[in-house]
C-alpha cells in the first residue's frame, strides 16, 4: 500500500503525459497522498504562524480545516478537469477518475501555494497558476482522434 502511494506521489511530481494514468490509481493511494499534504502543510503552518494555543488541539483543528478545505479545491478542480476533458475528447471522464488525477496533480501545486502565502502573501495567485498549469497541461497531452 505505501509503495502504490509513493509511486503515486512520485508521478504526480510535474505535469507529463504519463500522469494521465494516475486517475485509475486506488482509493488508498490517492487518500493517503491527500493526508500527506495535510500532515506537510499543517506542520508547515505550525511552525511559521507559531499558535499562542494548546498545540495538540490546534494541530488536531488545523489539519482537519486544511483536510476539508484541500477537499474543497480537489472537488472544484474535479469538475473542471472533467469539463476539460469533455471540450478536449468530446467525452467526459467520470469523476471517479477525474478525482484521483485532481488530487495528484495538485499536491505540489499547494504546498507551493501555502508556501508562496507565507512568504510573500500578494504573490499567492502563483500558486493558483500553477494549480492550473499542473492540471491542463497532461489533459493538453490528450490524443484526440480525428473523424476520417
Known amino acids: 500500500m505505501l509503495k502504490t502511494t509513493i509511486?503515486?506521489?512520485?508521478?504526480?511530481?510535474?505535469?507529463?503525459?504519463?500522469?494521465?494514468?494516475?486517475?485509475?490509481?486506488?482509493?488508498?493511494?490517492?487518500?493517503?497522498?491527500?493526508?500527506?499534504?495535510?500532515?506537510?502543510?499543517?506542520?508547515?503552518?505550525?511552525?511559521?504562524?507559531?499558535?499562542?494555543?494548546?498545540?495538540?488541539?490546534?494541530?488536531?483543528?488545523?489539519?482537519?480545516?486544511?483536510?476539508?478545505f484541500y477537499m474543497g479545491l480537489v472537488a472544484l478542480s474535479a469538475l473542471l478537469v472533467q469539463l476539460v476533458t469533455r471540450w478536449r475528447t468530446k467525452k467526459m471522464w467520470p469523476y471517479r477518475q477525474a478525482w484521483p488525477y485532481t488530487v495528484a496533480m495538485s499536491l505540489i501545486p499547494t504546498v507551493s501555494l501555502v508556501v508562496?502565502?507565507?512568504?510573500?502573501?500578494?504573490?499567492?495567485?502563483?500558486?493558483?497558476?500553477?494549480?492550473?498549469?499542473?492540471l491542463m497541461v497532461p489533459l493538453l497531452l490528450i490524443p484526440i482522434k480525428r473523424a476520417s
Do not use: E
Not at 116 to 134: E, K, Q, R, T
Open 7 to 68: 509511486q503515486f506521489v512520485r508521478h504526480s511530481l510535474y505535469p507529463s503525459k504519463q500522469a494521465l494514468r494516475l486517475r485509475l490509481a486506488p482509493l488508498h493511494a490517492y487518500m493517503l497522498a491527500s493526508l500527506m499534504l495535510t500532515l506537510t502543510v499543517t506542520v508547515l503552518d505550525y511552525i511559521v504562524l507559531q499558535p499562542d494555543f494548546f498545540w495538540p488541539m490546534w494541530l488536531f483543528l488545523h489539519a482537519f480545516a486544511i483536510f476539508f
Open 116 to 134: 508562496l502565502y507565507h512568504v510573500a502573501p500578494a504573490a499567492a495567485w502563483f500558486g493558483i497558476l500553477l494549480l492550473l498549469i499542473y
